[in-house]
């Protein structure tokens, strides 16, 4: 008998190695609503990154390319604003440089 359950599971996205692609594969931390924090694609610098609508899906913008864990939570929180108690826990938990 075939499980069903299993053959109409809906398929996970497939993840983007494109930054600005909202389902990019190296999301550190959704910091809100509007930013965001990713890892740059040659592991090098930490990116905070802000949404903007085009056209019927969303692109993400680059703001601040950082290496340090201080340097990044400092700009996260100036040019965020308010960041979501969990982000700010991944992003205290990275280490000191990247």
């Given at each position: 008998?075939?499980n069903?359950a299993l ?5 996970l ?7 600005s ?9 959704v910091l ?6 990713i890892?740059c694609?040659?592991?090098?610098q ?6 903007k609508?085009k056209?019927?899906g ?23 604003g ?13 280490p000191?440089?990247?």
């Amino acid at each position: 008998m075939p499980n069903t359950a299993l053959a109409s599971a809906p398929a996970l996205p497939e993840l983007s190695h494109r930054e600005s692609d909202d389902n990019y594969r190296a999301v550190v931390a959704v910091l809100n609503d509007r930013w965001r924090v990713i890892e740059c694609r040659d592991r090098l610098q930490w990116i905070l990154q802000h949404s903007k609508k085009k056209g019927d899906g969303v692109v993400w913008e680059s703001r601040s390319y950082l290496r340090t864990r201080e340097g990044l939570i400092s700009f996260s929180t100036w040019h965020a604003g308010e960041i979501s108690p969990a982000a700010m826990a991944v992003l205290t938990s990275l280490p000191e440089r990247i």
